[in-house]
């Protein structure tokens, strides 16, 4: 949830404008450089490029500061891949990032940072969303990339790993020198504009009708207190800053909601918009197309530092409004469909006036003349037609490679467990996949299906994925979701099979195995968990260390659960809970409590989510320790949070036997089964029981569910 728009980014920065502090520092040799991102930000939703419906004071004064480039595009309209296109100046294809997961960017590119950081520039970055954490590549050079988002809870989608903008420009400001004695080079990320569109107020009631303008409109405050607080540290007006959007939205334009699908321009034109040093040429308007890759070669140029020849990257500086100019064509891609769905991937390339799109059936727009690219061109065969698709053809190293696998030991892992006999990277040539164009209705079915998820009805959800998948089962996402909705409607068996038929149609995307790991040890399948988090920590995943501890804690391996931990990253809050629970385990119980609380002090601090399990584990300890009231306490704040934790439920359950207290025992676990219900909160209350030494109550309560799952053999009476 983001906080009220009327908190400010820092005090300091209350403090420096009401002072009308102005005071200057003393400018290095070279510019200072900051790159905005405000991310999944359309061009034609904003006044500067002729849109009525939401107010942007500060972009609109930036504006009259800097360069507008009217025609500017995107690559590709995923967050990740567009990133690295500005930050390396090459084309999806070239850095070898073609997706928001499962891909990092090619060993030995030299970034921006790291070319910058070469030249004595000190650098700074701060992103809104996990898609943009440092392990892809992105951190690169960043002297600091504050990226600390993450999951506190399992199973959450990528969309909803994100954090309020403010937040994120706050922690950049923190982190800059006040008196610099180098050039600085800072990148700060906004999420705003991306789904779920949810402003808060005044923008929430003021723009009731099209919530994702009250994003944008956030998005401006945000920026408006960033670039304010640049000035007031002398940091603004002999700097190059570039704001810019990686892509656009769908908004519904072609039938597609979001953005990743397709290629038309609701997805790829973006504002962009340049400060040069000293404002130069501030409030001219730059009609050529040019694209994101070419803010790597201008701000080499602007700081005279030398780098690669990137190819698909000019100096914006240049562009003037010449013929050639207008010509230059703008390539874009996206595979979003081939790996996700299994349909064919899609190309384009733009000039001034007309944008073609390869497919299984291609396109041609005048988007001049037809803005909303609603009359395709294409039968015709018009000269611009035959020019731009015979350029495509010609464009090498094109095709899809899939995510690295590793090395031959990685790969006959791959092959043991059965991950490299297909897979959307082996279907052959898009023109033999389905047309994504064809498949908008399959897309809002796949949409109603995480509605119902979202909205907690899992056998409903359930059933509208495996309806999905009796049409389209090469859909690695309607894989994905059926296995989130098979767990939450108690069934993990069915979503551990479900994860594996997903990561066999995407055998390099380690998330998949990370996600089979995790499963795999909440269902005690500990070689399978294991196998499926080796194959993640060897694919690159980050993140696999932590689960490799968790597996061998579960097992009670505590020196190889400690060997894992050292391992992770020391920045991250879950390390810090296992920390806490190998205490717990080798009866270090005060220790544990104070571990714990320091890392719920640091969360709030952080103004973060708490992680599911730290009140749990709280709670654990102080139990041992026969503080039973502050026990019960924490496993009430720990099931307030998450009330589908069901060893939650279990501990306080146990909690409450061991009391002796039989009427408040059998009240948890009633409250238990409301809050997880299914066979798996059967399941976990008849456990208790047995715990407890209960036959007769956990003999009715077998009864309960084997009339509610009848065909469920795990209810059936046990054999005398």
């Known amino acids: 949830m983001r906080r009220a728009s009327t908190v400010l ?45 939401v107010e942007t004071p500060a972009l609109d004064a930036f504006g009259r500061d800097a360069l507008l480039f009217s025609n500017a595009s995107s690559h590709i309209p995923l967050t990740l891949p567009a990133h690295l296109s500005v930050m390396t100046g090459l084309l999806p294809s070239e850095h070898g990032v073609r997706d928001n997961s ?83 080079f800072g990148f700060l990320h906004l999420y705003e504009p991306h789904t779920p569109y949810t402003p808060p107020e005044p923008f929430r009631t003021r723009y009731a009708k099209s919530p994702y303008d009250g994003e944008i409109a956030r998005a401006d405050e945000i920026l408006g207190s960033f670039l304010a607080e640049l000035k ?66 201008t701000v080499l140029a602007a700081t005279g530092t030398k780098g690669p020849a990137r190819t698909a990257s000019h100096d914006l500086r240049e562009v003037r409004d010449t013929a050639a100019a207008r010509d230059r064509r703008i390539y874009a891609e996206t595979y979003f469909p081939r790996l996700h769905y299994g349909w064919a991937g899609l190309a384009s390339l733009m000039d001034s006036q007309h944008h073609y799109l390869e497919g299984p059936r291609a396109e041609l727009y005048d988007f001049v003349a037809d803005p909303g690219e609603r009359h395709d061109l294409s039968a015709t065969l018009p000269p611009a037609f035959r020019s731009m698709r015979l350029q495509l053809s010609k464009m090498e190293s094109r095709g899809l490679a899939k995510p690295a696998t590793g090395d031959k030991e990685q790969a006959a892992k791959l092959a043991s467990l059965g991950y490299l006999s297909g897979g959307a990277e082996a279907k052959g040539a898009d023109s033999e996949l389905p047309d994504p164009k064809d498949k908008a209705g399959v897309v809002r079915e796949l949409k109603e299906a995480h509605r119902l998820l979202g909205e907690g009805h899992p056998d409903e959800a359930r059933a509208a994925f495996r309806a999905l998948l009796a049409k389209e089962p090469g859909m690695t996402d309607v894989w994905n979701g059926l296995a989130q909705a098979a767990r939450k409607a108690g069934r993990p068996e069915e979503a551990l099979e479900a994860l594996k038929e997903a990561a066999k149609r995407s055998p390099g995307t380690t998330d998949f195995f990370l996600a089979i790991a995790n499963l795999a040890a909440e269902l005690s399948l500990w070689e ?52 806490a629970r190998i205490a717990v385990k080798e009866n270090r119980l005060a220790e544990a409590v104070q571990l714990l609380d320091t890392l719920l002090a640091e969360t709030a601090s952080a103004r973060a989510q708490v992680l599911m399990s730290v009140h749990q584990a709280r709670a654990d300890a102080l139990a041992r320790l026969g503080r039973d009231a502050e026990a019960a306490e924490a496993f009430e704040r ?60 956990r003999e009715a309560l077998r009864r309960r569910a084997e009339a509610a799952f009848p065909t469920d053999s795990r209810f059936r009476a046990r054999p005398v």
């Open 232 to 297: 007031s540290r002398g940091l603004y007006d002999d700097a190059l800053i570039a704001v810019f959007s990686d892509h656009g939205e769908g908004l519904g334009d072609h039938g597609e909601d979001e953005h990743g699908l397709f290629l038309y321009r609701e997805s790829l034109h973006i504002p962009l918009l340049v400060k040069l040093p000293g404002k130069a040429r501030a409030g001219e308007s730059v009609a050529p197309p040019v694209g994101l890759t070419d803010l790597f070669a």
């Open 9 to 53: 980014l820092l005090p300091a920065l209350v403090l420096a404008l009401v002072a009308g502090s102005c005071k200057k520092t003393r400018t290095p040799a070279k510019p200072h450089v900051f790159l905005i991102s405000i991310d999944t930000l359309r061009a034609d939703h904003l006044p500067a490029w002729g849109y009525k419906g």
């Open 102 to 184: 499962g891909y990092r960017l090619k060993p030995a590119t030299e970034t921006l940072a790291e070319l910058l950081a070469a030249q004595g520039y000190e650098t700074f970055g701060a992103v809104s969303t996990i898609v943009l954490a440092g392990e892809s590549g992105m951190k690169d050079g960043f002297t600091s990339y504050e990226d600390r988002i993450e999951a506190w809870a399992p199973n959450m989608s990528l969309g909803r790993l994100q954090r309020d903008g403010g937040e994120t420009a706050a922690k950049l400001l923190e982190a800059l020198p006040r008196q610099p004695g180098k050039p600085l």
């Open 528 to 579: 399978d968990a294991r196998a499926h988090a080796e194959l993640a920590r060897d694919g690159g995943n980050p993140l696999a260390g932590e689960t490799l501890a968790t597996i061998a804690l579960a097992e009670g391996n505590l020196p190889e659960a400690k060997r894992q931990l050292a391992g992770c990253s020391p920045a991250r809050r879950f390390p810090k809970l296992l920390a």
């Open 638 to 697: 720990e099931l307030a949070l998450f009330p589908e934790n069901l060893e939650a439920w279990q501990g306080l359950a146990l909690l409450r036997a061991s009391q002796g207290n039989v009427d408040a025992l059998d009240a948890t676990l009633s409250r238990l089964l409301a809050h997880v219900p299914g066979p798996a909160g059967y399941l976990g209350a008849l456990a208790v029981l047995d715990t407890a030494g209960d036959r007769q109550g």
